[in-house]
């Protein structure tokens, strides 16, 4: 289960690398107030350190117990061993548990350190000229944290750090005894105090405190530190291992190191905070973890303190919601309804508004700033400065809308000017010749279009013809009064004669017919000739042809006339072998003699001369007449003087056969043995390993051939050497004869060797280490040690907390016995809010039916706060209901103090408070005093006096009332 507390108070959002929050804690002593223990300067190392002194009964984390834990150089604690991961990975991380304020790359290798417990002993920059080799002459211990002294004068103390770094503690100079360098000390004060990891034990306070003071990232960089502290606090006043978790977050400039892909403590793989149970299940990440927002939490807190964060461990896990039930989670973000601001919403303030999500008109931004008030926050408005919005609904606030009741939009020719407010709608110049026509109806633009003198429908400065209707009829770009060849293109003149194409004989010549034959030169067989003359009809005029007598003229061009041709088709003046017969013709070109044997191949080609080659017998290429061997095509293809027709070993010499078989060496498998293979194994005797036998068969492929081997499976044979083929081996590890409690198995074998049968509840624990004999012992699903089948309850640690012998898992109530419920309501009297009460709050007004004031209504409404709840107060808001009881509430009251249900005059203002009634003496006829009423005074006197008696007549009913 996840939960982000950062999410619960966040009180900036801005990333910055250089922010302030909360002071660390800086009372515990030491140099700088951190205390005096530290971790010494590295680069991923961690260090063990104990805290029973803080946890005597050990610290409760995810159901286990820890007296110690390790301080990990990279922003972290762990428990079940040290961490040296300077990448950190999101939680759920490993299954060792962690606590990490800001685990990040940290090293404390750069910089300045702080004096030690001697104010007066300091560290050098680390650098290589600071090895500890020799100190003004006097070498210095070899061994890592020894001190001593000098004798040279130079300074009071060194002590070797690490083996190659000297702490001088002169307080004038730093002396570097590779070079004799020197460097004044910076002052001793806590602002010196950088990139060291303190901690302390606050045993009066039962605290145990981490400091990171300052502290630079990979690689030795100090331009960007982090200050943050860890407080764990203990809590065995509410339960034994309790703890109290608080991180303090001072200064937090960087968030990666350069080897997590960081740059300048920036980017790449941010810092991870929060802690692990190190079960994959429960952890708490900080909000911002792996991301930039991580140098936030120093603005950030879960308890409205900027850069603190604190969290209540209890029973073991975390107490997410303090003080308040934390099953209660209506919108399941993992934040109790107790500690949710927003307890209906899931992401409760996504847009950090401070308005929840359930009532946020705008869920992308701020609901509280609205510009046109018009209802819709800015950030959701996509008018936010018109309330009417976009009238006409093309796209366009009212304010910024070009062209009101039509779409800005469109505007096809992109002029500005939308098309419902564009003249031209079409042109982006409209109307550029001002000649009235929009310029894509405008046929001749820059003029004036109503100037047509020939009266064709084009403007005079558009027409190439401006006095032709039409201009050009024959379409040849010429007008036709200046027409050469009226019906063509005057300007299509191929021959350059003068005269157009169209109108030209030879429109290709110039001249067109040079010879006079009647034909355009260009289509001329014979220049200069007469075309008609053909004596063979072969095309070519007699003028031009170079042997008019002959159609095919010299069909095989060797430059004599087909008439006067020896060798038709081949060229009469090539014969190489001078026999007077051109080779064309001549079987035998090359030979003058042609084939003197006779045998059909000329004598240069012949190959056994005298003889036919022709006949060859072997089909070797060499004629039966010339062959030494004519059957073998390959005649002695061995060389030893044997035609291959006659030859026993035809793969070498037959002379030689030493076993003497008969079977030349050449041609035997086996020539040294006779008879080659006597057992048939296909290995000859002299090289056979085992005789009778087939040596190829070996099934174990050990070399030694089955009919051989004693073993012919196994390979090795008998590897744990008892006498037994591994093949029919039990125990291939050791001695198949042991077998201490006989049950077939040997001892080396045998996981229970004392044990028959070995396991027999089957649960892998020998029967004589059982602890629950008949059941599985690793089935504990309650780990409390004791296995489920023999545990009273399986699903419980503790079983029966509250000791009411139920077990917790179907514990009712877990704070007290289950059996005791005296309204019998269901609920035990311990878990019962009311229990005196069936049921118990009947109105649901939180308050027990035997204490309600108001059966049936809500006890705490009472509004004039009379003590009586407002459904049962008949004046609800008026504390002393009716104090004249005249029957109505004092708040409706018009006369305070006399009956408002009196009223002799019938004026609406009753008796008690009318001034009428409370006038001076009467007379007969008028009324003195009268006027002192503030009414008029032409009331006639008859009136008054009437009305004088009949006030009387009431007062004096009054009294016989009373």
Excluded at 40 to 51: E, M, T
Excluded at 281 to 289: M, Q, R, T, V
Excluded at 362 to 390: R, T, W
Excluded at 915 to 921: E, K, Y
């Amino acid at each position: 289960m996840t939960r982000h507390t950062g999410a619960l108070i966040t009180l900036g959002l801005a990333i910055t690398s250089a922010a302030h929050g909360a002071e660390v804690l800086r009372e515990f002593g030491g140099p700088a107030g951190y205390g005096t223990d530290y971790v010494y300067r590295n680069d991923d190392g961690s260090q063990s350190v104990d805290i029973s002194s803080i946890f005597p009964s050990g610290m409760d984390f995810y159901g286990s117990s820890y007296t110690s834990l390790y301080i990990n150089n990279n922003g972290n604690v762990t428990f079940d061993g040290a961490v040296y991961s300077y990448t950190p990975n999101p939680f759920p991380a490993s299954y060792n548990p962690m606590i990490a304020p800001f685990w990040g790359d940290v090293d404390t290798r750069g910089g300045f350190g702080c004096p030690d417990h001697d104010p007066d002993v300091w560290m050098p920059p680390l650098d290589t000229g600071w090895e500890a080799t020799t100190w003004n002459g006097q070498p210095p211990a070899d061994t890592s944290g020894d001190s001593g002294s000098d004798t040279a004068g130079l300074g009071d103390t060194w002590v070797d750090w690490g083996n190659d770094v000297a702490w001088l503690s002169d307080t004038s100079v730093y002396f570097d005894p590779d070079t004799s360098d020197t460097a004044v000390p910076p002052p001793i004060s806590p602002g010196n105090c950088e990139n060291l990891i303190f901690y302390h034990h606050d045993v009066a306070g039962g605290r145990f405190i981490v400091t990171w003071a300052g502290v630079g990232y990979y690689s030795s960089a100090t331009d960007r530190l982090n200050t943050f502290q860890l407080i764990l606090t203990n809590r065995d006043d509410i339960g034994t291992g309790d703890v109290d978790i608080e991180f303090r977050y001072e200064e937090l400039q960087w968030t990666t190191g350069n080897a997590s892909y960081g740059t300048g403590g920036l980017g790449g793989t941010e810092a991870q905070a929060g802690f692990d149970a190190g079960d994959y299940l429960n952890y708490e990440s900080l909000y911002g973890s792996q991301t930039p927002f991580v140098l936030n939490l120093v603005h950030s807190s879960n308890v409205d303190e900027p850069g603190v964060y604190r969290f209540e461990i209890r029973n073991g896990v975390l107490d997410i919601c303090p003080g308040h039930d934390d099953t209660l989670d209506a919108d399941g973000d993992g934040i109790p309804d107790g500690c949710d601001p927003c307890p209906g919403d899931g992401t409760d303030d996504a847009d950090d508004d401070g308005v929840c999500d359930f009532y946020d008109i705008c869920l992308a931004g701020d609901d509280h700033i609205d510009s046109d008030a018009d209802g819709v926050p800015d950030d959701c408005d996509a008018c936010p400065e018109d309330a009417g919005g976009d009238d006409d609904g093309d796209g366009f606030c009212d304010s910024d809308d070009i062209c009101v009741g039509f779409p800005d939009s469109d505007d096809q020719d992109a002029d500005g000017v939308p098309d419902g407010c564009d003249d031209c709608p079409e042109d982006a110049a409209d109307d550029s010749d001002g000649d009235g026509i929009c310029d894509s109806l405008d046929l001749c633009e820059g003029f004036d279009d109503t100037l047509d003198a020939d009266g064709d429908g084009f403007a005079d400065d558009c027409d190439a013809c401006p006095d032709d209707n039409p201009d050009d009829s024959d379409a040849d770009g010429v007008c036709d009064a200046d027409d050469i060849c009226p019906g063509g293109q005057d300007g299509n003149d191929f021959d350059g004669d003068g005269t157009p194409d169209a109108c030209d004989d030879c429109p290709f010549d110039n001249p067109d017919d040079a010879d006079g034959d009647g034909s355009c030169d260009s289509d001329d067989i014979c220049a200069g000739g007469d075309d008609s003359a053909d004596a063979d009809g072969d095309g070519t005029p007699d003028a031009c042809d170079f042997c008019p007598d002959d159609a095919a003229d010299d069909s095989d061009g060797d430059g004599s006339c087909d008439s006067d041709d020896i060798c038709a088709g081949f060229d009469d003046d090539i014969d190489t072998d001078l026999d007077g017969v051109p080779d064309g013709c001549d079987l035998c070109p090359l030979d003058a003699t042609d084939d003197t044997d006779g045998d059909g191949i000329c004598d240069a080609d012949d190959v056994c001369d005298g003889g036919d080659d022709t006949v060859d017998g072997d089909g070797d290429g060499v004629a039966d007449h010339c062959d030494a061997c004519p059957f073998d095509w390959a005649d002695d293809s061995d060389g030893d003087g044997i035609c291959d027709s006659d030859d026993i070993c035809q793969l070498g010499s037959d002379d030689v056969d030493t076993d003497g078989d008969g079977v030349p060496d050449a041609c035997d498998d086996c020539p040294l043995d006779d008879p080659d293979d006597s057992d048939d194994d296909g290995v000859c005797d002299s090289l056979d390993v085992c005789d009778g036998h087939d040596d190829k068969t070996d099934t174990d492929g050990d070399g030694t051939p089955d009919g051989c081997d004693l073993c012919p499976t196994d390979n090795p044979d008998d590897s744990d050497g008892d006498g037994t083929c591994d093949s029919e081996d039990l125990c291939a590890d050791g001695d198949d004869g042991a077998d201490a409690d006989a049950d077939g198995v040997p001892d080396a074998c045998d996981p229970c060797p004392l044990d028959n049968p070995d396991d027999a509840d089957g649960d892998g624990s020998c029967d004589a280490d059982d602890i629950c004999e008949g059941g599985d012992d690793t089935v504990d699903g309650d780990g409390d040690g004791v296995p489920d089948a023999c545990d009273p309850c399986p699903l419980d640690d503790p079983d029966d907390a509250d000791g009411d012998g139920v077990c917790d898992s179907d514990d009712v109530c877990d704070q007290g016995p289950d059996d005791a419920d005296a309204d019998a309501d269901g609920v035990a009297d311990a878990c019962d809010p009311c229990p005196l009460d069936n049921p118990d709050d009947s109105d649901r007004d939180g308050i027990c039916d035997s204490d309600d004031v108001c059966p049936d209504a809500d006890d705490t409404l009472d509004t004039d706060g009379d003590g009586t709840p407002d459904d049962c107060d008949p004046c609800p808001l008026d504390a002393a209901d009716d104090s004249d009881g005249d029957g109505i509430c004092d708040s409706e009251d018009e006369c305070m103090g006399g009956d408002d249900s009196e009223d002799l005059d019938e004026d609406g203002i009753p008796d008690a408070c009318d001034d009428l009634l409370s006038f001076g003496d009467v007379g007969q006829q008028g009324v003195t005093g009268y006027e002192t009423c503030g009414c008029a005074s032409n009331v006639p006197a008859s009136g008054l006096g009437w009305l004088w008696l009949g006030a009387l007549g009431l007062t004096l009913a009054r009294r016989r009332d009373d």
